[in-house]
């Protein structure tokens, strides 16, 4: 399905800004110019919701996410930055596997069973994008999507 992507997250972050607010961490939002992708909707709603609930979980009070679109060429690029515990270097090759948590003792405070990236992963590869992530421990994350600008042909006959 074609989709506006900067419409597409504002409908996201309407649905989980309540969340956000209950727990006192603000969600920001920048997108400068919207664009076309190929995505399906319930699908990629489940991967933000994912990046966000976890933005979420390892973020403390009066911290912010920020969610950012902007377009590099013909990729779209989604950035989801929060202010978090940040992840341990030797720990970031592994969170996209099944089942991977850091540091147990962390984990079960915040529960989840580690199941949450790899699906994610799994998604964004199927819509034929890429994955990365970023961060510092003690200082925040930062999750990057990229996918493939869709361009819109204006004028179809057929
Ligand atoms: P689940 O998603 O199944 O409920 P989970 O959130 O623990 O459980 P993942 O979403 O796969 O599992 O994340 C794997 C691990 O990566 C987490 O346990 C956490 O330690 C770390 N992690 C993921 N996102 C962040 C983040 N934004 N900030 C800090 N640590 C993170
Ligand atoms: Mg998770």
């Known amino acids: 399905e074609k989709i506006k992507i900067c419409e597409f997250m504002k409908s996201i972050i309407r649905k989980i800004e309540p969340v956000y607010k209950s727990k006192g961490v603000q969600l920001d939002f920048i997108c400068n110019e919207d664009a076309y992708v190929e995505i399906d909707p319930i699908r990629f709603e489940q991967v933000c919701f994912n990046l966000l609930d976890n933005s979420l979980k390892y973020s403390d009070i009066h911290s912010t996410t920020t969610i950012e679109v902007k377009k590099r060429g013909n990729k779209i690029i989604i950035l ?22 850091v540091d147990k003792s962390r984990s079960r405070l915040t529960g ?19 994955i990365s992530v970023d961060s510092k421990k003690n200082e925040g994350t930062c999750f990057k999507i990229t996918l493939e600008e869709k361009k819109y042909e204006e004028c179809l006959i057929n």
Not at 84 to 97: A, K, N, Q, R
Not at 112 to 130: M, Y
């Open 112 to 130: 989840g069973f580690g199941l949450g990236l790899s699906i994610v992963k799994e998604i964004v590869n199927a819509h034929g994008g890429t």
């Open 80 to 101: 989801i930055r929060d202010q978090g515990i940040g992840i341990p270097s030797e720990d970031l090759p592994y969170i996209f596997d099944r089942l991977y948590r």
